[in-house]
């Protein structure tokens, strides 16, 4: 079946750095992806969409130039948490649809951040 | 505005009996449902998922059922195993691919 795969599975990084967070689709071509972000014991929050070849689209309340998103390929999508705050610590998710108009969503395993 | 609700935050459940989660929704437009299941520091793993032209979909234990005049889906799962132990989201979507998810419910299965 299709496959997520995030990269890497949890990171921790002083304040004031970037990290990059890659999210590829392993065996399909995904024309989108999506970016969410789990803190604890919370729902998982739509932060954007990310379109290949196109400027990502982000959910309100997210700030694109904190959260750089970068969708160079049709099987790679990456988010760059710039200038890290412990705040911006959360657990980050990327999903994919397995075809165009297709009925099920693939999710990666995630990215856990932690900012000291 | 949560358009997406889960009220029972946990919920405990005898090995080999029925689980029951349900969801709440309050946005008529969508008309896609699915159901995943999360353990904690892994991705959601996807479950079963229904279309708002299907009032049931059933695969394996796993059956969901939609009420869309109530606004509210379920999931059932029978027999319960322990390995069904897991924080279950309910999603929901229309005409594009955003997902927008509950909050969540803790299901622990007794063995």
């Known amino acids: 079946g299709a496959v997520v795969s995030q990269h890497p599975s949890w990171v921790i990084c002083k304040s004031g750095t970037s990290v990059k967070i890659e999210c590829r689709s392993l065996?399909?071509?995904?024309?989108?992806m999506f970016w969410y972000r789990q803190f604890p014991k919370q729902s998982l929050m739509l932060m954007a969409t990310s379109n290949e070849g196109s400027k990502a689209t982000y959910e309100q309340g997210v700030e694109k130039d904190k959260f750089l998103i970068n969708h160079a390929s049709l099987t790679l999508s990456t988010l760059t948490v710039t200038s890290a705050h412990p705040e911006d610590s959360s657990f980050y998710i990327c999903?994919?649809?397995?075809?165009?108009?297709?009925?099920?969503?693939?999710f990666g395993e995630g990215s856990w951040l932690t900012v000291v | 505005d949560q358009q997406v609700k889960q009220n029972s935050p946990s919920l405990s459940v005898q090995e080999g009996r029925i689980s029951i989660l349900n969801c709440d929704y309050t946005n008529s437009m969508f008309d896609y449902f699915l159901w995943y299941k999360k353990y904690p520091a892994e991705g959601p793993t996807f479950l079963i998922s229904i279309s708002s032209i299907k009032d049931k979909n059933e695969d394996g234990r796993f059956t969901v059922f939609l009420n869309k005049s109530a606004k509210h889906l379920s999931l059932h799962i029978v027999p319960s195993q322990p390995g069904d132990s897991a924080v279950y989201f309910c999603a929901a979507a229309f005409g594009n691919e955003k997902l927008t998810f509950g909050t969540g419910t803790r299901l622990t299965i007794i063995p």
């Open positions: 999903s994919a649809r397995d075809r165009p108009g297709g009925n099920t969503i693939y």
């Open positions: 065996d399909f071509q995904a024309t989108t």
